[in-house]
C-alpha cells in the first residue's frame, strides 16, 4: 500500500501526516487499537534536502526545484508507505489525499510562515484553480483520489481524514472543493 498526501504548500500536510506518524507509531506499541494499516510516512522534502535529490535552486522563488526521476528511483521498493509533499502526486500510490485550504487562509499561513507575499500569492491562486488537484486526479483518475478541505478543520481532525482514506473507511471524492470566488 502507498498513500501519498499531496496539495499547495500551506495546506497542513506536514502538520497532519506527523500526528499520523505518531497515531501509526502508538497504534504499533497497542494490539487491541482500531488503526490504519502499518505505515511508514516519507517526507518527501525532507528526502529531497538530504539526499541533495534536486537539479537546481529557482532564485526567484526561493526553492530548489526536484529531481522527480532520482525521487522516483529513491522510493523504488518501498510499500507500506505514507509519501507527503506537494510533489506526491508524481509518485505511483494507490490513494492519493489531496489537502485543499481556501486560498485566503492559505496565503495567511505562508505568510505567517515567512514566505514573501509573491510566493503566498502565486501559492494562493494555485489552491483556487485547483493545480495540484488536477494534476493528481489525470495522473492517478478519479477512484484513487481524495480531496480534504482543511480550512476549518484542526489537524487532529486532517489526520483522522487522512487515517480514513489509509484504512478505506473513505470513498474517493474530488472536484467537491470550489474556490473559484477567490479569483473573482
Known amino acids: 500500500m502507498r498513500i501519498a498526501v499531496t496539495g499547495t504548500p500551506g495546506t497542513g500536510k506536514t502538520t497532519a501526516t506527523e ?8 497504534a504499533g506499541t497497542d494490539a487491541g487499537d482500531e488503526s490504519p494499516p502499518e505505515l511508514e510516512v516519507i517526507h518527501l522534502n525532507r528526502v529531497l534536502e538530504d539526499e541533495g535529490l534536486y537539479t537546481e535552486v529557482d532564485a526567484d522563488r526561493e526553492s530548489k526545484i526536484a529531481d522527480l526521476d532520482a525521487l522516483a528511483e529513491w522510493l523504488e521498493g518501498r510499500d507500506g508507505i505514507v509519501i507527503e ?24 499561513r505562508l505568510l505567517e510562515r ?17 493545480v495540484i488537484l488536477s494534476a493528481a486526479v489525470e495522473e492517478h483518475g478519479l477512484e484513487s483520489v481524495y480531496e480534504i478541505d482543511t480550512t476549518d478543520r484542526d489537524p487532529a481532525a ?10 478505506g473507511e473513505r470513498d474517493p471524492s474530488a472536484g467537491e472543493v470550489d474556490f473559484m470566488e477567490y479569483l473573482t
Open 114 to 130: 515567512g514566505e514573501t507575499e509573491a510566493k503566498a500569492a502565486e501559492n494562493a491562486e494555485s489552491e483556487a484553480l485547483d
Open 19 to 26: 500526528l499520523l506518524e505518531s497515531r501509526l507509531a502508538a
Open 158 to 167: 486532517v489526520a483522522d481524514e487522512l487515517a480514513a482514506v489509509a484504512t
Open 85 to 108: 509533499s506537494h510533489l506526491a502526486h508524481h509518485f505511483a500510490a494507490d490513494r492519493i489525499a489531496v489537502l485543499r485550504c481556501h486560498p485566503e487562509t492559505l496565503e495567511q
